[in-house]
């Protein structure tokens, strides 16, 4: 049974920084790619971060609204993933999930095999 673990949520001020984390059981983590998503109050889901591990090489890309302010990383060692997030704004308030997929992650929520329970990030002016 797949389960993603999320930590390293909370409230943080605009400008400032947070780190998350997730750490995965339940799979074969040298096989799955990782992911990050977020989804505010009245909003759909939207992708994050991806971290895709294909041919043992680790592929990121993120989305544009926080392209050079958050940065994704791998642990293998631990089976887990971050995301830092720095630079953080108030629009970056959301509960972040953690996702994983045996194939790659895309940026359509709906193609996402396994999530985690998510992590509150609120962001004040």
């Known amino acids: 049974q797949v389960q993603l673990v999320e930590s390293g949520g909370g409230l943080a001020q605009a400008g400032g920084s947070l780190r998350l984390s997730c750490e995965a059981s339940g799979i074969n983590f040298s096989r799955y790619s990782m992911g990050w998503f977020r989804q505010a109050p009245g909003k759909q889901r939207e992708f994050v971060a991806a971290i895709n591990w294909i041919a043992s090489k680790t592929f990121y890309a993120y989305a544009d609204s926080v392209r050079g302010r958050f940065t994704g990383s791998r642990d293998s060692a631990n089976n887990a993933v971050y995301l830092q997030m720095n630079s953080l704004k108030p629009e970056d308030t959301a509960v972040y999930y953690c996702?994983?997929?045996?194939?790659?992650?895309?940026?359509?929520?709906?193609?996402?095999?396994?999530w985690g329970q998510g992590t509150q990030v609120t962001v004040s002016s």
């Open positions: 996702a994983a997929d045996a194939v790659t992650i895309r940026r359509a929520p709906d193609l996402i095999s396994n």
